[in-house]
């Protein structure tokens, strides 16, 4: 996969998806997708430390650092809270910059 996250082609299905779906909104429905960047787990950890590439990108992030699983369950929290009552058909994106870093470098 050159580096890049393996499930790279989910990510974006789940983007569009949201996207897709968003326009159910006139029946209550707000769908957001959060496509994560480089999130430390146990599962993670070990694979990525492997790869000499991935340190490269990580630094070159605009936070250069990994996301912990609680970005991602706070970012969950929002999306679900009243506090995002007119968020519907989107992406929160949860990666330190890492589609920034990709869109303003193709």
Known sequence: T???????????????????????AEQGARIVSLPPGFIRTGMTKIALEE????????????LGRWGAVNDITDTVAFAMSD?????????????????????TQS
């Open 51 to 62: 790869r000499p590439g991935i340190a490269r990108l990580l630094a070159a992030t605009p």
């Open 2 to 24: 050159g580096g890049w996250c393996p499930c790279l082609f989910e990510c974006l299905d789940t983007r569009h998806s949201a996207q897709r779906r968003g326009r159910r």
């Open 83 to 103: 506090a995002a009552t007119h968020s519907t058909g989107t992406d929160i994106g949860v990666d330190g910059g890492l589609k920034a870093l990709v869109l």
